[in-house]
């Protein structure tokens, strides 16, 4: 009953949990697609503003000049003609005026072209009003001039209907006061018929104000040519009235980048596209370079490696070389599950605790902390550290086995005096050495050989006879002679005589080097009396350059520098 009601508590929990995830998931959708909605209307919004404006300003230009031209043309024209076209100005601002529209979003804009057509034509509407209104005032003024008005009359007349314009505009504004006092709360709430009063009060407001300033602008510019009044002076249109015309587009632009400017996709937009291009550069460099420099490796510094003499660790490192017993013919297997040795009196066995299986209760045992106290760094990266310490004062019967892991087997190699082998202290378990002489062991660099250089391995641990040492292997550990040349895997290398000529041979095909699946260069053999020792399934380096992880590789590379 119990694990029934867990089972089923586990069942609906794990669904709750999938519809929280689906409901987060789906409300995330909706919130970016609607701030993507918003960003590309706005965009498109301000594109179509700028776009307006741009022709606004243009087309504002050419009206001017021909404006200017059509009015200096009717300086020496009679009062008649100059009535004429005041009139049909006059009638093509009342047409122009009625669809004016207070705001550029006053209509229902379903799309970008929509937008864009309208605010097209108001912007050059608004243009077009402002050079028809100086055009206006300055054929009134013309008109005075050649009809004989008084001027001082006609500056009266314009301050009167200044005075007028200016007096409706502070009704409107009282009123527009009177309103928001009665109602405070009703004239901002949309939808009221107050909020419509307050909204229709202020658009004929602005109408009046536009009126006010046209009124004083007029009464301004006859006070000035009140001293001149037999005629004005040449008629030029007022630039920065005409750019004031077009305040409303600028401020409904400033609005939608204000507006845009809210918007976290906009706001990540540009940072982003700023850094895209070298992202996808650095991408694409972390893509070719390796290749790059894998195919200069593969193509250019392994042939010559692979050209270059081999290297003679006797001759080299001044050390005797003497190869080692061979295991029977055809058989090159040297390893097993467990190995049985007998220690003699006066020897020593330095082993893991863990590979030891069995040993003679009246035995002596020990631990000594290192292998070799002047190797200390060696003997703490090859694990050969809180070893220990066996010796018996009559034969003793051991048996060693790798009970920590079922893949590995245990070999037992025997080194003769004068004797010498090139060994990795990775695969080392134990030895067996005499116990009143020190253990022969020492190391060498090479780093003047380009052989050491592309496989890492600048330094050679080399361990000399009389000794007998306990190598680990995974699946087994095999013990081959070098005869005219044998190639094996880099990572399967345990040691080799020193009297075998030791180089480098470039991996056969590129593309497996390429995707991590081989080495750049295996570990080639000869010579007639020399051997090599190698296990028969490395984990160590089973996939060149495909670590575990980035520490994994850098101390896997540090430990080969070295030897180890």
């Given at each position: 009953?119990?694990q029934l009601?867990?089972?089923i508590l586990?069942?609906?929990?794990?669904?709750?949990?999938?519809?929280?995830l689906?409901?987060?998931?789906?409300?995330?959708?909706?919130?970016?697609?609607?701030e993507?909605?918003?960003?590309s209307?706005?965009?498109?919004?301000?594109?179509?503003?700028?776009?307006?404006?741009?022709?606004?300003?243009?087309?504002?230009?050419?009206?001017?000049?021909?404006?200017?031209?059509?009015?200096?043309?009717?300086?020496?024209?009679?009062?008649?003609?100059?009535?004429a076209?005041?009139?049909q100005?006059?009638?093509?601002?009342?047409?122009?005026?009625?669809?004016?529209?207070?705001s550029?979003?006053?209509?229902?804009?379903?799309?970008?072209?929509?937008?864009?057509?309208?605010?097209?034509?108001?912007?050059?509407r608004?243009v077009e009003?402002?050079?028809l209104?100086?055009?206006?005032?300055y054929?009134t003024?013309?008109?005075?001039?050649?009809?004989g008005?008084d001027?001082?009359?006609?500056?009266a007349?314009l301050?009167?209907?200044?005075?007028?314009?200016y007096?409706?505009?502070?009704?409107n504004?009282?009123?527009?006061?009177?309103?928001?006092?009665?109602?405070p709360?009703?004239?901002?709430?949309?939808?009221?018929?107050?909020?419509?009063?307050l909204?229709?009060?202020?658009?004929?407001g602005?109408?009046?104000?536009?009126?006010?300033l046209?009124?004083y602008?007029?009464?301004?510019?006859?006070?000035?040519?009140?001293?001149?009044?037999?005629?004005p002076?040449?008629f030029?249109?007022?630039e920065?009235?005409?750019?004031?015309?077009?305040?409303?587009?600028?401020?409904?632009?400033?609005?939608?980048?204000?507006?845009?400017?809210?918007?976290?996709?906009?706001?990540?937009?540009?940072?982003?596209?700023?850094?895209?291009p070298t992202?996808?550069l650095?991408?694409?460099?972390?893509?070719?370079?390796?290749?790059?420099?894998?195919?200069?490796?593969y193509?250019?510094?392994?042939?010559?490696?692979?050209?270059?003499?081999?290297?003679?660790?006797?001759?080299?490192?001044?050390?005797a070389?003497?190869?080692?017993p061979?295991p029977?013919?055809?058989?090159?297997?040297?390893?097993?599950?467990?190995?049985?040795?007998l220690?003699?009196?006066g020897?020593?066995?330095?082993?893991h605790?863990?590979?030891?299986?069995?040993?003679?209760?009246?035995?002596?045992?020990?631990?000594?902390?290192?292998?070799?106290?002047?190797?200390?760094?060696?003997?703490?990266?090859a694990g050969?550290?809180?070893?220990?310490?066996?010796?018996?004062?009559?034969?003793?019967?051991?048996?060693?086995?790798?009970?920590?892991?079922?893949?590995l087997?245990?070999?037992?190699?025997?080194?003769?005096?004068g004797s010498?082998?090139?060994?990795?202290?990775?695969?080392?378990v134990?030895?067996?050495?005499?116990?009143?002489?020190?253990?022969?062991?020492?190391?060498?660099?090479?780093?003047?050989?380009?052989?050491?250089?592309?496989?890492?391995?600048?330094?050679?641990?080399v361990?000399?006879?009389?000794?007998?040492?306990?190598?680990?292997g995974?699946?087994?550990?095999r013990l081959?002679?070098?005869?005219?040349?044998?190639?094996i895997?880099?990572?399967?290398?345990?040691?080799?005589?020193?009297?075998?000529?030791?180089?480098?041979?470039?991996?056969?095909?590129?593309?497996?080097?390429?995707?991590?699946?081989?080495a750049l260069?295996?570990?080639?053999?000869?010579?007639?009396?020399?051997?090599?020792?190698?296990?028969e399934t490395?984990?160590h380096?089973?996939?060149p350059?495909k670590?575990?992880?980035?520490?994994?590789?850098?101390?896997?590379?540090?430990?080969?520098?070295?030897?180890?």
């Amino acid at each position: 009953m119990r694990q029934l009601l867990t089972a089923i508590l586990r069942f609906l929990l794990r669904h709750a949990l999938q519809f929280a995830l689906f409901i987060v998931i789906l409300l995330a959708g909706r919130l970016l697609l609607a701030e993507w909605r918003a960003y590309s209307t706005g965009s498109e919004a301000v594109a179509a503003l700028k776009l307006a404006a741009d022709g606004a300003d243009s087309h504002g230009a050419g009206l001017a000049a021909a404006a200017t031209a059509r009015v200096n043309a009717l300086q020496t024209a009679s009062h008649a003609a100059i009535a004429a076209r005041l009139a049909q100005v006059q009638a093509q601002l009342t047409a122009l005026r009625a669809r004016q529209q207070a705001s550029l979003f006053t209509l229902p804009l379903p799309d970008a072209s929509t937008l864009a057509r309208h605010a097209q034509e108001e912007a050059a509407r608004r243009v077009e009003i402002e050079v028809l209104a100086q055009e206006a005032r300055y054929l009134t003024a013309l008109q005075a001039a050649v009809s004989g008005e008084d001027a001082r009359h006609t500056l009266a007349r314009l301050h009167a209907e200044h005075v007028g314009a200016y007096a409706a505009l502070q009704n409107n504004l009282r009123q527009r006061r009177q309103l928001e006092t009665q109602h405070p709360l009703a004239a901002r709430l949309p939808g009221s018929d107050a909020y419509a009063q307050l909204s229709q009060l202020e658009a004929q407001g602005q109408r009046l104000r536009e009126i006010n300033l046209q009124a004083y602008q007029a009464w301004a510019a006859q006070r000035t040519r009140t001293g001149n009044a037999a005629r004005p002076a040449p008629f030029a249109i007022d630039e920065q009235a005409l750019s004031a015309a077009l305040a409303p587009v600028q401020k409904a632009i400033a609005a939608g980048e204000g507006q845009l400017a809210r918007n976290w996709i906009a706001r990540w937009r540009a940072p982003v596209m700023d850094v895209a291009p070298t992202a996808a550069l650095l991408v694409l460099s972390a893509i070719l370079l390796p290749a790059a420099i894998k195919a200069f490796f593969y193509f250019v510094l392994a042939p010559v490696a692979s050209r270059l003499p081999p290297l003679s660790i006797a001759r080299e490192l001044q050390v005797a070389g003497s190869s080692l017993p061979l295991p029977p013919q055809g058989e090159s297997r040297i390893s097993a599950v467990s190995q049985g040795l007998l220690l003699q009196p006066g020897q020593q066995m330095l082993i893991h605790p863990e590979y030891l299986q069995s040993s003679p209760v009246s035995s002596t045992k020990r631990t000594q902390w290192l292998l070799d106290w002047r190797f200390p760094f060696t003997s703490l990266a090859a694990g050969m550290v809180a070893l220990t310490r066996l010796h018996s004062g009559e034969e003793a019967c051991v048996t060693i086995s790798a009970s920590d892991d079922p893949l590995l087997e245990v070999a037992v190699v025997h080194l003769p005096a004068g004797s010498a082998l090139v060994f990795q202290p990775r695969g080392l378990v134990g030895l067996v050495c005499d116990s009143n002489q020190p253990l022969a062991i020492s190391s060498h660099w090479r780093l003047g050989s380009l052989h050491a250089w592309l496989t890492l391995q600048l330094r050679f641990i080399v361990l000399r006879g009389p000794v007998t040492l306990l190598v680990r292997g995974c699946r087994g550990v095999r013990l081959e002679r070098a005869g005219q040349g044998r190639s094996i895997s880099q990572s399967a290398t345990l040691g080799f005589t020193t009297d075998v000529l030791y180089s480098t041979l470039r991996s056969e095909t590129f593309i497996p080097y390429l995707r991590g699946q081989q080495a750049l260069l295996n570990d080639r053999f000869d010579g007639e009396h020399g051997v090599y020792l190698y296990e028969e399934t490395p984990r160590h380096g089973k996939q060149p350059g495909k670590a575990g992880t980035w520490f994994e590789g850098f101390t896997d590379a540090i430990l080969k520098v070295f030897g180890i």
